[in-house]
């Protein structure tokens, strides 16, 4: 069974910009849920879809944004990038609430 | 406000030894714990949970062990290998709640050295 999948893997953009990433969730898990990795702040959640509908959303600002599609397949979206959001954009998907979540790699975003 | 803590940013342990990693939450409302390992340019895998019913769960060497009057957890390896050589997150959420949002803490490095 293949595993969550990410792209892109790396990504440079300049402030100011924004930027869309992609994740495939493990086959047949309706639950995504999207985390932000830096040094500083460690794993912080995002927000979390399940079938469509946006579930739980973490403290960040309105320029982090996301969607879940019919096939559970999810992107996240962050507009007017600052420097500050360099990080690592983890995804993770499970079959339901009480489920396991599953990682994928990651995409490796880098503000200039 | 960093709910899950990990104090200990890194820990060195020799092969065969045990590795003990702890974790302290302040979220009284946290009943489900989880440990995930991560290894550089990977996702954090899965690597065993606790329900705030139980005080221990054991799967092969590893052994999470959960104190709810300390708020206090922590993740046993016996014995380690230098495999075990990576990036351990605590994490921690409401299980009651809908959905799926996890507080981690910031991790330990562990290396076990041969």
């Known amino acids: 069974k293949a595993g969550v999948t990410q792209t892109p893997r790396y990504l440079i953009k300049t402030r100011g910009q924004q930027v869309t990433l992609s994740c495939s969730p493990i086959?047949?898990?309706?639950?995504v849920s999207w985390y932000q990795q830096t040094p500083g702040q460690g794993l912080q959640f995002l927000f979390e879809y399940f079938s469509e509908t946006q579930r739980n959303k973490g403290n960040f600002p309105g320029r982090f944004s996301g969607r879940q599609f019919s096939n559970s397949r999810s992107e996240m979206n962050v507009s007017t990038l600052e420097l500050g959001d360099s990080a690592l954009y983890l995804c993770?998907?499970?079959?339901?609430?009480?489920?396991?979540?599953?990682f994928g790699p990651g995409t490796r975003l880098l503000v200039l | 406000d960093q709910q899950v803590k990990q104090n200990s940013p890194s820990l060195s342990v020799q092969e065969g030894r045990i590795s003990i990693l702890n974790c302290d939450y302040t979220?009284?409302?946290?009943?489900?714990f989880l440990w995930y390992k991560k290894y550089p340019a990977e996702g954090p895998t899965f690597l065993i949970s606790i329900s705030s019913i139980k005080d221990k769960n054991e799967d092969g060497r590893f052994t999470v062990f959960l104190n709810k009057s300390a708020k206090h957890l922590s993740l046993h390896i016996v014995p380690s290998q230098p495999g075990d050589s990576a990036v351990y997150f605590c994490a921690a959420k409401i299980d009651s709640n809908s959905g799926y949002a996890l507080n981690f803490g910031k991790g330990t490095s562990l290396l076990v050295t041969p």
């Open positions: 993770a998907s499970g079959r339901a609430q009480k489920e396991t979540q599953y």
């Open positions: 979220n009284s409302m946290f009943d489900y």
């Open positions: 086959s047949g898990h309706r639950s």
